[in-house]
């Protein structure tokens, strides 16, 4: 017999799929919106904005990446 408890995937695993779906998905859609309409591709209001928005993808991937964190 099959225990339905063990069916059943933890609370913080539905909240870690969500928060990539609403992060990881909308990047790749605008960037593939900009390629079709031939327009550029803004990820930020100005420079300050987009060199803030690097250093978070970079200390996000250093952290993930060695295991520090977990998805």
Do not use: C, K, W
């Not at 969500?18 to 550029?40: C, F, K, M, Q």
């Not at 930020?44 to 977990?70: C, D, E, K, M, W």
């Amino acid at each position: 017999m099959v225990d339905a408890g063990a069916l059943q995937p933890d609370p913080p695993d539905l909240a870690y799929g969500s928060d990539i779906a609403n992060i990881g998905l909308p990047i790749p859609a605008v960037a593939i919106a900009a390629i079709r309409h031939e327009g550029p591709l803004l990820l930020g209001r100005g420079p300050t904005h987009q060199v803030s928005l690097f250093i978070s993808i970079v200390v996000g991937t250093l952290t993930v990446i060695p295991g520090r964190a977990t998805l």
